[in-house]
């Protein structure tokens, strides 16, 4: 038996020490095309080294601390992030099983076996038995087997494995950043509802008051009947408004609660004015977004896995050297079953190669080849839409920011009009259709100021997603299984 588990041992090593090489192309990244900065640039800043998006907790730039919860939340609790998360353990796992080939094949087992022999069976020399006989058979078998990696097949299939869990890292990260963006999204928007409901209601107030202002007159004879129709017309439209930004405001509501985790009836975001401005954001230079974004990255990592499929499909045109024992110990007599003499072993080694396949390993590379390609031209077609991404985002808040200046002015002018329609009306110089069009006019002013600020948000919310959200794809080369000895040895 040890000479067995000896001459297995000196064949393996003398395979391995040949299985260096690999079949098919070594991985190398192309080439994209790159600028060597952004077209926008105002009022945003290229970073500085120390300048940097926080790290994983990227909502924090908007220092608003009730997002800040609800994103936390919604990292532990989303069910898509959960999903995931499952798929990254199910892709290490599929590492591990593309390396057990790597290892040797080990199977174990007993048998007992009592059996009684017929008198009249047929004998060599014609002449029959004169008695049946009765025996035991006891046998604890031992079988290995191993294949050697001497062309590096089942290497590129544990490379493509580990490139594949790799992106399934990115992918992880990537899904993160889609839901908590979502919600900061969901957030904002929520937010800026509530701004135009507060000012919707003020508008509304005020224009209760004009109502009895104008009611006051027709009494006393000074205001038409259709002063006091127009007004109440007015008002009705504006309570109108305000319920149906709370019907949107509900949505809203619902949204973010799917996206922390909790049942919408069991949640309730309270009423909180908008406070919270755009951060400033280090926008980095264009080959940034190769190494920040996660989305890029699993593309690359795609690409890295079908690249060594095309070595796997390689090595189909290479003969496979396997080596196999077997051995173990076999009695009739359970009590000398572990004794050397019972002892039994075999040693073997085999060499194949498929001659004639009808042109599938031929195929199988063609398969290989093409499927690289494609990921080659989707890894390009991400990172050209992840400038386009940047470049919407820092042109949005370029012109956002010029809106919102201007949409103030309109603001200010809107409440300067309204004081003087009011004035002027109560003095007798023009219609109330003057007081209603400047009240109006205000409204809309005031909700477009509002919007235009949750547009800010929003954009900022965009671009930092496509600037990566503070990750770093260096962080995926740590992701990776390695064949080690324990491995060997594990059932």
């Known amino acids: 038996m040890k000479k067995f588990l000896l001459g297995l ?28 900065a952004w077209k926008e640039e105002a009022p945003w800043r290229v970073a500085n080294p120390q300048d940097a998006l926080p790290k994983g907790d990227w909502w924090t ?11 936390a939340q919604a990292v532990k609790a989303n069910q898509t992030i959960e999903v995931a998360r499952n798929q ?18 080990a199977t174990a087992g007993g048998s007992a076996q009592r059996s009684r022999s017929s008198a009249n069976q ?13 025996q035991n058979n006891f046998t604890i078998p031992f079988n290995v087997s191993w294949e050697a990696d001497v062309f590096g097949g089942v290497r590129r299939g544990a490379e493509s494995a580990n490139a594949l869990y790799q992106a399934q890292a990115a992918a992880l990260e990537n899904v993160r950043l889609l839901v908590t963006s979502d919600l900061a999204v969901d957030y904002f928007s929520l937010r800026e509802l509530d701004v ?11 224009q209760a008051k004009a109502l009895t202002l104008v009611q ?46 909790v049942p919408a009836p069991l949640f309730k975001v309270p009423v909180k004015p908008l406070t919270v401005e755009p951060p400033v954001i280090p926008a980095g230079v264009p080959s940034d977004v190769l190494e920040r974004r996660p989305d890029v990255a699993e593309a690359e990592r795609q690409m890295a896995a079908q690249n060594a499929q095309i070595g796997v499909a390689k090595s189909a045109f290479f003969p496979s050297i396997g080596i196999s024992g077997s051995g173990g110990f076999e009695s009739s007599d359970l009590s000398k079953i572990l004794s050397a003499s019972s002892g039994f072993w075999a040693l073997g080694a085999n060499v194949a190669e498929t001659v004639l396949s009808g042109g599938r390993r031929r195929a199988q590379v063609d398969f290989a080849k093409s499927g690289y390609d494609a990921s080659v031209a989707n890894y390009r077609q991400s990172v050209l839409n992840s400038f386009q991404e940047v470049e919407d985002g820092l042109a949005g808040l370029r012109i956002l920011s010029d809106a919102a200046r201007t949409q103030q002015q309109a603001v200010n002018a809107a409440q300067r009009a309204l004081q003087i329609a009011t004035d002027r009306y109560t003095g ?64």
């Not at 730039?61 to 994103?71: A, H, I, K, M, P």
């Open 61 to 71: 730039t908007f220092g608003d601390t009730e997002l800040n919860q609800y994103e």
């Open 122 to 134: 047929p004998t060599v020399s014609g002449v029959p038995l004169t008695n049946a006989s009765t």
């Open 428 to 491: 007798g110089l023009v219609t109330y259709l003057d007081v209603i069009t400047a009240e109006q006019t205000l409204l809309d002013n005031q909700r477009l100021a509002a919007q235009i600020l949750r547009a800010r948000l929003v954009t900022s919310v965009g671009l930092i997603k496509a600037l990566g959200g503070g990750w770093d794809a260096a962080s995926l080369q740590a992701v990776q299984v390695k064949p080690t000895m324990k491995q060997a040895v594990e059932p």
């Open 196 to 206: 135009e409901i507060s000012v919707v209601e003020s508008a509304a107030e005020y």
């Open 216 to 261: 006051n007159r027709h009494e006393g004879g000074v205001a038409s009947g259709l002063d006091v129709a127009q007004q109440e017309t007015q008002l009705n439209a504006t309570r109108t408004q305000a319920t149906l930004l709370r019907q949107q405001r509900a949505q809203f509501e619902h949204a973010i609660a799917a996206l922390v985790g």
């Open 9 to 36: 041992m000196l064949t393996s090593g003398a395979l391995l020490s040949v299985s260096g090489c690999k079949v098919g192309p070594n991985y190398k990244r192309p080439e994209v095309p790159l600028a060597p």
């Open 88 to 105: 990254l353990l199910q892709a290490r796992a599929a590492a591990t099983i593309s390396q057990s080939g790597l290892f040797p094949k």
